[in-house]
């Protein structure tokens, strides 16, 4: 089986932080969102991916390049311009065959991809989609079902006024091939407003897996934070940094940090970074890879990108830094998004 993966998408709710880089490398302690998603994938089985880019293609490229050091094999789908999420799906439909998944690239969860494609067999589905429960549906496609969970409306970013449930499209689909016969080439179209309502018209069998797993898009620096806190305080297990790192302070290689600075699990620093003295970190703090942090600092809660330069003295709280930023000596920010 093979899994398509949307990655196009421009991120623009995580401006600035996405000027510099597309929102499926969004570092999630200091890997990429996606490298995760691969790996989830990769866990059920599934070893041929294909991606479909858009926005800054050749950062996603030049990470995973064919995908063999990450154990799959990728394809690569390049639109010159956006095609919207239905377009995208037709215009990968040469490397797509029998039953396939599709994922959008801004969530992470830990839905039993077995299960969901076992479901889908077993209601004899032509299309199936994942759904996962929300406070507030109206930033997402609110899906509607009967008492099988045969799905009966899509309301894509709902009105107050239309919110019938608090069951949202959780953007991961299983597909039959023939779906595709159903999607006009070449143009942009929208897989939530226009290909779903059309084949509901048309009486083709889509239905709902509803599932209680842990569920979040990265969509917004709230967001995005969020999930580091669920990660970092044991609610959520993720790959790539060792469960029971040492009181939950994990350092990568090369990192210097003065022995007068105090360090508060639970704690990510990455690879070659300098901290220097009397510097206060954590709880709840990502340091990237190669970042200096000068003395007398104070940052929690807060996620750093690499390649920061962190003033003396500076403050900083549930905030984020992208790429390659400087923040001045004293500077004093909380809640805020820094980018170039
Ligand atoms: N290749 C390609 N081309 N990918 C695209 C395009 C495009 O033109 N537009 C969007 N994508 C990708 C994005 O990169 C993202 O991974 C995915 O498609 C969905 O786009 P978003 O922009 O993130 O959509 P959304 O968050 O507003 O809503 C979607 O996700 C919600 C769940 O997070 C919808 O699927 C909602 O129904 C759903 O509830
Ligand atoms: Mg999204």
Request: glycine content about 8%; overall charge negative; charged content about 25%.
């Amino acid at each position: 089986m093979k899994a398509l993966l949307l990655a196009g998408g421009k991120g623009t709710r995580l401006y600035p932080l996405t000027h510099s880089i597309p929102k499926p490398m969004v570092p999630i302690l200091n890997k990429p969102l996606l490298e995760r998603t691969i790996n989830y994938i990769k866990g059920y089985g599934i070893d041929e991916i294909v991606m479909s880019l858009c926005y800054q293609p050749e950062q996603i490229m030049n990470y995973f390049k064919d995908g063999s050091e990450f154990g799959v094999k990728i394809y690569y789908f390049i639109e010159e311009s956006p095609l919207g999420t239905g377009g995208a799906i037709k215009n990968a439909e040469k490397y797509l065959d029998d039953t396939f998944l599709i994922f959008n690239s801004d969530i992470i969860t830990d839905i039993n991809l077995q299960k969901l494609i076992n479901y889908h067999k077993e209601k004899n589905a032509k299309v199936t989609i994942a759904l996962t429960r929300v406070d507030n549906p109206s930033a997402y496609g609110l899906v509607e079902t009967d008492n099988d969970d045969r799905i009966t409306a899509f309301k894509e970013k709902p009105r107050p006024e239309e919110i019938t449930t608090d069951l949202i499209n959780a953007g991961i689909y299983v597909f039959e091939k023939e779906i595709l016969d159903l999607i006009p080439a070449g143009r942009e179209i929208s897989v939530e407003k226009e290909v779903y309502p059309g084949l509901l018209s048309a009486g083709i069998r889509m239905y709902a897996y509803k599932n209680s797993n842990y569920w979040i898009d990265i969509g917004t620096p709230h967001k995005y934070l969020e999930l580091h806190n669920s990660i970092m305080d044991g609610l959520f297990a993720y790959p790539f940094i060792e469960r029971n790192y040492k009181n939950n302070i994990f350092i990568g290689k090369n990192s210097y940090i003065s022995p007068t600075t105090k360090l508060i699990p639970p704690i990510v620093i990455g690879d070659n970074c300098y901290i220097a003295d009397e510097v206060i970190i954590g709880p709840r703090t990502v340091i990237g890879n190669n970042i200096e942090i000068r003395s007398g600092s104070y940052i929690r809660n807060s996620i750093i990108w690499e390649g920061c330069k962190i003033g003396r003295g500076s403050k900083l709280s549930n905030t984020i830094i992208g790429i390659n930023c400087t923040i001045e000596d004293n500077r004093d920010v909380s809640y805020g998004v820094i980018a170039d």
